[in-house]
């Protein structure tokens, strides 16, 4: 059961506009959204910290990362919006999806790839970057790319402990963990 109930319509004017234009037509606004909404400073800052944009790296790496960030937090709320919406457009098979959860480097990844679970892993566990590592990344990786990669790490952090802290429900349309 959430700990927040999610802002209900009508909505402040502004607030509806905002979150009309994040979602599809029809397609109500996230439980996440909503719940961010009762704090509208809070969900603007909050907005404005995204990174779902064409960035420097592929839409698959940038979802391996955030599936994986989402997982070692157990954020399944938002774990599962992103399988939901992006995991076939990143091309991810069952296998991906589920290797996103496991633990270590599967099989499935490729050797550019199993550096994104490492860095995500490596940040999630020591809150750092090792040498080692960071001389593996950047054989392959760019500054500009290294940044966002690290950053998108830290947003995704951020956001389950949000849906966690708040005990969000997921979505009916999400994907929930394998077994």
Not at 157 to 164: A, K, Y
């Given at each position: 059961m959430a700990r927040i109930e999610p802002a209900a319509r009508p909505y402040e004017a502004d607030m509806e506009a905002t979150l009309e234009k994040l979602?599809?037509?029809?397609?109500?606004?996230?439980?996440l959204f909503r719940t961010?909404?009762?704090?509208?400073?809070?969900?603007?800052?909050?907005?404005?910290?995204?990174?779902?944009?064409?960035?420097?790296?592929?839409?698959?790496?940038?979802?391996?990362?955030?599936?994986?960030?989402?997982?070692?937090?157990?954020?399944?709320?938002e774990w599962g919006v992103h399988i939901a919406l992006f995991a076939e457009k990143a091309g991810?098979?069952?296998?991906?999806?589920?290797?996103?959860?496991a633990p270590g480097e599967a099989d499935c990844w490729t050797p550019r790839e199993k550096l994104l679970i490492r860095l995500v892993d490596e940040l999630h566990d020591t809150a750092h970057v090792s040498d080692a590592l960071w001389s593996e990344l950047t054989s392959e990786f760019s500054g500009e790319q290294l940044i966002e990669l690290v950053?998108?790490?830290?947003?995704?952090?951020?956001?389950?402990?949000?849906?966690?802290?708040?005990?969000l429900e997921p979505e009916a349309y999400a994907a929930r963990f394998p077994a």
């Open positions: 979602m599809p037509p029809g397609v109500e606004p996230l439980v961010l909404a009762r704090s509208p400073r809070v969900f603007r800052r909050f907005m404005a910290g995204g990174l779902l944009d064409k960035g420097s790296v592929t839409l698959r790496e940038r979802e391996i990362v955030i599936d994986r960030a989402c997982a070692r937090c157990g954020g399944e709320y991810f098979g069952a296998e991906e999806i589920a290797a996103t959860v950053v998108l790490t830290g947003l995704y952090h951020m956001v389950s402990f949000t849906v966690n802290a708040l005990r």
